[in-house]
């Protein structure tokens, strides 16, 4: 490790550090978490992360939308999410970091950070007759390696993905 280059000070943009240092990283899941997720496989990432939002994103029952016109239903909920919801990140318990609230908490509290939101879009889109699913996503620097080990501490935000019956005609 002596022989290492130092990081480069004064450069405003490099790539992301895992491409051309070498690492070893070193994680603890708390045990005490419910239910924490496997690591076993990208797979097994990606179900546990969607069983956890068929669990708790459902349709808050607060707010309706027309099930007959899910362009439009899809429009109004978004536009109300943006008019009502603030991005707010406060973890509480350890869970909260990887669990999303209840679609009806987020509805009720008016804020969440993005899985929460996502969470939120899910639920409340079932109440329109869409079906919507978690995206897991790394932002910022971060770069997954088609080689890399599944790593649930790859993805640092998540999105949500509506099927829709046809297309919206968007890029």
Request: proline share 11%; charged share 20%; with cysteine.
């Amino acid at each position: 490790a002596d022989q290492l280059p130092a990081l480069p000070k004064l450069e405003a943009a490099r790539p992301p550090y895992t491409s051309w240092l070498p690492m070893v990283q070193v994680r603890f899941l708390d045990p005490d978490a419910p239910d924490l997720p496997s690591a076993a496989s990208w797979d097994a990432i990606a179900t546990w992360e969607a069983t956890q939002f068929q669990r708790l994103a459902r349709p808050s029952g607060q707010l309706t939308f027309r099930r007959d016109a899910p362009a439009e239903a899809l429009a109004a909920l978004t536009a109300w999410m943006n008019r009502n919801l603030i991005y707010q990140q406060a973890y509480l318990q350890p869970e909260r970091g990887w669990v999303p609230l209840p679609t009806a908490e987020v509805v009720r509290r008016r804020n969440g950070d993005c899985k929460d939101l996502a969470s939120c879009l899910i639920g409340e889109a079932q109440g329109a007759g869409l079906e919507g699913f978690p995206t897991l996503c790394a932002v910022a620097v971060k770069e997954v390696r088609p080689d890399a080990p599944p790593d649930f501490f790859a993805f640092n935000h998540v999105i949500a993905a509506i099927r829709l019956p046809k297309s919206l005609g968007l890029a």
